[in-house]
């Protein structure tokens, strides 16, 4: 694999379901971020973490709980969700603080 | 708050035409990106620009940055239907890390 993976590349899940999503770089990078693609909206980020420390958190709901246990690997975990939350997540990842981000191919989300 | 505002949104323009992509920000910065997405498809890199003044190209695409009038356009010359995605730019406030991007123009090129 190179490059961000993301799995799955599509999820549908009911409102009281908990799932995750996984995203995976082989890029070296030590800098991850979730972002939410919705229809009609800018690109939101939602998580930042460099050097596997939490470094920003845009005031996203608890029912997105992040974990990053190294720094290749970046998971969203899903729980109680709205169907407001339906969206494409995007992972990417950079160099700390000096490159351009590399986005995954991104998970589409419904929320039923 | 960081605004960042792309004009057009939406753009049908035909083969072998030119035609410019703008993108104001409210802040200021010194760092902007421009990327690429296809229907269906995660966001591809364009161009760095890193100071005042940059220009980039690449084939028929042509980015430059003026800093002080916080602007950055995407020109494109000589339109081919391979160009047709979506274009956004990012403006980076915060050495790397959040990206604050704009709605994106759908670009269209028709024979």
């Known amino acids: 694999e190179t490059g961000v993976t993301q799995t799955p590349r599509h999820l549908v899940m009911g409102m009281t379901n908990k799932k995750s999503l996984k995203c995976e770089q082989h890029?070296?990078?030590?800098?991850m971020y979730w972002y939410k693609q919705s229809a009609k909206k800018p690109l939101e980020l939602m998580f930042v973490?460099?050097?596997?420390?939490?470094?920003e958190n845009n005031s996203v709901p608890s029912r997105f709980s992040p974990e990053c246990p190294n720094s290749s690997h970046l998971f969203l975990h899903l729980h109680t969700l709205q169907p407001e939350d339906s969206a494409l997540y995007l992972c990417?990842?950079?160099?700390?603080?000096?490159?351009?981000?590399?986005f995954g191919p991104g998970t589409r989300l419904t929320v039923l | 708050e960081l605004k960042v505002e792309q004009n057009p949104l939406f753009l049908s323009m035909q083969e072998e035409k030119n035609y410019t992509i703008y993108c104001n920000y409210s802040t200021t910065s010194d760092r902007l990106y421009w990327y690429r997405q296809d229907p269906g498809k995660s966001l591809e890199s364009l161009f760095v620009?890193?100071?005042?003044?940059a220009v980039k190209q690449e084939g028929r695409l042509m980015a430059s940055l003026d800093t002080k009038a916080r602007l950055s356009t995407l020109h494109i010359t000589a339109a081919v239907h391979d160009l047709s995605a979506t274009y956004f730019c990012a403006v980076d406030v915060n050495s790397g890390y959040a990206l604050n991007f704009g709605k994106g123009t759908s670009l269209l090129v028709t024979p």
């Open positions: 620009l890193l100071s005042n003044g």
């Open positions: 973490y460099s050097l596997e420390e939490r470094v």
């Open positions: 990417a990842s950079s160099q700390q603080g000096a490159d351009t981000q590399y």
């Open positions: 890029l070296g990078h030590n800098a």
